[in-house]
């Protein structure tokens, strides 16, 4: 094996045999280092040598990148940085074997631990919003579309046009959160955050606290951010009393504002909103469960409807002849019975506002989607309806031993409290109605 001193200029004129894949220029001057190029044209630095009685070969790496000598090179104006040389490292490499370590061995674990301190600077490095992505996509098969919907409504950015009005939309609550790194999410900064965000939009800002601390929880037991999360940065008494106390909605509609207010909400002209609103005082659902309601959950036949739970993830309960009537009438656009022909859902989205204005010319006070619901199970006092039945209707999970165990009621036992409330609902408001035959059947 022929030794020659290399030099910048054997190195860039040493070529490869045409009859052979690769060819060998070995130095002189550090033991093991030699130049390989191969056939097509690949040059670089190997270091051979012998370690435990075997061969071990490895390369140092490309010739266009290491110098053959270690040399100083200018970065910047009055800065300079050592190059290590090709000939320093086939020495270092020696070294390692003649102290009895294998360099093998050394170098696999000093790129092991390089690229765990990127990792782990890149843990530290990453954002909110970074985790928050993730985050999101971790659980959104576990979440229903509201849910989903709020996450991402308080981290939007904002700035994009409105759907229904001009201007452009605000940043939600937690969108001045999503720049900061995660590791410097502290209970400090909440704090901050939360005194800024008390003073427009506090009850925004409590949904964003309570979101903020599952998502600190997941982060905790997620490989990617554990190091760089404090899981209860959130869990603060100081950031909770800046937020405030939620004010407890107790608004309903009473038996006597019933006339007045059918007479607004059936003068509405969209018929999807007017039979929503409906809808919602007459069966007393989450605001967000009719919107979610499909023909398909429809049985006219049966008298039946089958609802979005939250709860059990879907209820049926009743269909009574009046909300036949209304649903029935309702236009078939799409697989949504709550449709509307300009939203990217296809469904209704935004029917509050239609019922503010409602209540405003009825002269009512604003009662809300959910006061709706709270009204359905305060009017049902009035005919008697045993709790555990206007419960039921609800979606509300069962209470008591004898409630969770032992009672199943059937649809058919629902509808005929659905019945009476429906008819003593429809006679209080003054509403006068004559069932079609189509959607009547004995209930015995």
């Known amino acids: 094996?022929?030794?020659?001193?290399?030099?910048?200029?054997?190195?860039?004129?040493?070529?490869?045999?045409h009859d052979k894949d690769q060819a060998f220029l070995w130095d002189s001057d550090a033991p093991g280092?030699?130049?390989?190029?191969?056939?097509?044209?690949?040059?670089?630095?190997?270091?051979q040598s012998r370690f435990e009685g075997k061969a071990i070969r490895m390369t140092i790496g490309a010739a266009d990148v290491w110098p053959l000598n270690s040399r100083m090179?200018?970065?910047?104006?009055?800065?300079k940085v050592a190059q290590f040389g090709a000939r320093e490292e086939a020495r270092r490499l020696q070294?390692?074997?003649?102290?009895?370590?294998?360099?093998?061995?050394?170098?696999?674990?000093t790129v092991a631990a390089d690229v765990a301190k990127r990792e782990a600077e890149q843990r530290h490095s990453a954002t909110v919003a970074d985790a928050w992505a993730d985050y999101l996509a971790d659980r959104k098969p576990h979440w229903g579309t509201r849910h989903y919907a709020d996450h991402e409504a308080l981290a939007h950015a904002g700035g994009t046009d409105r759907k229904r009005s001009k201007g452009k939309t605000k940043p939600g609550p937690l969108a001045?959160?999503?720049?900061?790194?995660?590791?410097?999410?502290?209970?400090?900064?909440?704090?901050?955050?939360?005194?800024?965000?008390a003073a427009t939009r506090p009850a925004r800002a409590r949904l964003g606290l309570r979101l903020i601390?599952?998502?600190?929880?997941?982060?905790?037991t997620s490989k990617d951010y554990s190091e760089a999360v404090n899981a209860d940065a959130a869990n603060s008494k100081r950031i909770r009393e800046k937020l405030g106390t939620p004010v407890r909605q107790t608004l309903v509609l009473q038996k006597q504002e019933l006339p007045a207010w059918f007479d607004e909400v059936r003068r509405i002209n969209n018929p999807v909103i007017s039979a929503y609103l409906q809808f919602m005082l007459l069966t007393g659902p989450r605001p967000n469960e009719p919107l979610l309601l499909r023909w398909s959950g429809l049985n006219f036949q049966r008298q039946s409807i089958t609802i979005r739970d939250k709860i059990e993830g879907e209820r049926t309960i009743g269909m009574t002849p009046y909300i036949a009537h209304l649903l029935d009438a309702l236009p078939r656009r799409n697989e949504w019975v709550f449709s509307s022909p300009t939203s990217k859902s296809g469904r209704l989205v935004e029917p509050g506002d239609a019922h503010d204005a409602a209540c405003d010319a009825a002269g009512l006070p604003r009662v809300t989607l959910q006061g709706l619901r709270r009204s359905f199970a305060s009017l049902c006092e009035w005919i008697e309806v045993p709790a555990g039945i206007s419960a039921q209707i609800q979606g509300h999970a069962p209470q008591g031993v004898r409630?969770?165990?032992?009672?199943?009621?059937?649809?058919?036992?629902?509808?005929?409290?659905?019945?009476?409330?429906?008819?003593?609902?429809?006679k209080e408001a003054g509403v006068k109605f004559v069932p079609s035959k189509r959607h009547l059947r004995a209930v015995v």
């Open 176 to 197: 001045n959160l999503m720049g900061d790194r995660l590791s410097s999410l502290t209970q400090e900064r909440l704090e901050r955050w939360a005194t800024k965000e």
């Open 213 to 220: 601390k599952a998502f600190l929880k997941w982060c905790a």
């Open 33 to 47: 280092l030699a130049l390989r190029v191969t056939a097509g044209g690949a040059r670089a630095f190997i270091f």
């Open 403 to 426: 409630e969770q165990n032992y009672i199943r009621r059937p649809v058919d036992l629902l509808q005929k409290w659905q019945l009476d409330i429906e008819a003593w609902i429809l």
């Open 95 to 109: 070294s390692l074997i003649d102290s009895g370590r294998d360099p093998r061995e050394v170098k696999a674990a």
């Open 1 to 17: 094996m022929a030794k020659v001193k290399l030099t910048a200029p054997k190195v860039e004129a040493f070529e490869c045999p």
């Open 73 to 79: 090179d200018r970065v910047g104006p009055g800065g």
